[in-house]
């Protein structure tokens, strides 16, 4: 993002690109389409906003609206509850802030496009106030120490939701590398929102959503720095042990070779995962933090009772002892809300608990694309646009059958459950490993 040297010509650009369209445009839409120099990065020299750095910190929420992609950043819990009972999705916490600062961070609304903005260019928040933006004051503060950046990301493809604000470099990188427009900084926290760093298996105050460091894997791609952490999701409690499931999809395979009458007992992605995968990933300290998990593989007839197209489904096959597994459908229900893949009900798929992204190194092993943000639902069909925070995310296998049994089963992009025509076993899809430790 530059910084414009000439307020003049910055007025101008914010003239030409916001008036074309009239004083409707969106938040999201205050980038001006032909010059990089719209978001500026002003110090403010108001003596209303030159207070001492405070001592206190300030938990930065975060809130997503499913229905028109957008991000909302706030400072105030009871906000934050209430838009979480209007049906905002809460995604936790975003960073930390200052109590205060030398420089605020302005939020601003469009009340025709019911989108937020932010910025800490003053003399962009009076230009969107002057042409029909409500002014809501400070929203927060940037640390003046410039601890931790905000990186922001624009979406070119989007209409509405179109940044991303992060404080993860890979998530940064990533979005530029698929096509997402790199604005530099936004602000800065004085720490990232991750509050709970990730823990051992070891540790006593483990709970449910707490992310374990277990094991090591390829994962950034460089082969030359050695294989990297592994982080589990602790996502349930399962015969008396813990259920992690990999935070991001590690490798690529297909499913089986062939397509006829597959099951998780004899395929070869179960072999590579208790054989191959085993052996890399755990030392043999790892090894025995592990529970060999007795998995059923169930049918999934159950799954499809409602489905367009009428009853199917498929027999899942026997039991299996494994140390590595892939999830069940049943399991993405009962712990993470799936469901089925519906093409009637296609706004009603998303579900951001089984969003997942793969690693740089897993991008490399399999012909299996990610969501690059292209795809949307037409507004014609008055379904909203996929959600912006599935850009990046892939489909990665269930170890149970499909709606017949010549089919696999996966969790789609937008995080809901898909099988048929879309899932053929020899196909390579992203994998998501599950484990049991005591």
Known sequence: MKKTKNIKALLLSLSLSLTAVGCALPASETRAETSKE???????????????????????????????????????????????????????????????????????????????????????????????????????????????????????????????????????????????????????????????????????????????????????????????????????????????????????????DTNENIAWEGCKLRKWLNEDFYNEAFSAADKKKIVTAHNEDPDSYELYKDWYQGPCGAVGGNATDDNVFLMSWTEARDYLDGKLWIPALRADNYNQRLLCRPTAYAMTRTGSPVYDGSWFYPFSDGYPRYPSDMVGCCQWWLRSPGYSQEYGTAIYFDGSIKSGVDCPPHLSFYIRPAILID
């Not at 009340?111 to 002014?135: C, F, M, Q, V």
């Not at 601890?147 to 209409?159: F, G, I, K, M, S």
């Not at 992060?166 to 427009?181: A, C, F, P, Q, R």
């Not at 936004?186 to 990232?192: E, L, P």
Request: hydrophobic share 25%.
């Open 38 to 256: 719209l978001i500026v990065s002003e110090t403010p020299t108001g003596s209303e906003e030159m207070d001492t750095t405070g001592t206190e910190a300030v938990t930065m929420y975060r809130l997503y609206n499913p229905n028109s992609g957008e991000h909302l950043y706030t400072k105030d819990a009871s906000e934050k509850s209430r838009l979480v009972r209007e049906g905002w999705g809460d995604e936790g916490i975003g960073w930390i802030a200052p109590e205060k600062s030398n420089t605020p961070v302005y939020r601003l609304y469009n009340p025709n496009a019911g989108d937020h903005h932010y910025t800490t260019g003053k003399i962009e928040r009076d230009y969107l106030i002057s042409i029909g933006w409500n002014d809501e004051g400070i929203g927060w503060y940037s640390d003046d120490a410039k601890t931790v950046p905000l990186y922001r990301e624009y979406n070119p493809n989007a209409v509405t939701g179109t940044h991303n604000y992060t404080t993860d470099k890979n998530e940064h990188d990533y979005l530029v590398s698929i096509g997402w427009d790199d604005e530099d900084i936004g602000w800065y926290a004085v720490r990232d929102g991750k509050t709970d760093p990730p823990k051992t298996p070891d540790d006593e105050t483990l709970k449910v959503g707490d992310i374990v460091i277990l094991g090591t894997y390829e994962q950034d791609n460089d082969l030359t720095n050695g294989p990297e952490p592994i982080e589990w999701k602790y996502v349930a409690d399962r015969d008396g042990h813990k259920y992690l499931l990999s935070k991001y999809a590690l490798d690529g395979k297909p499913y089986e």
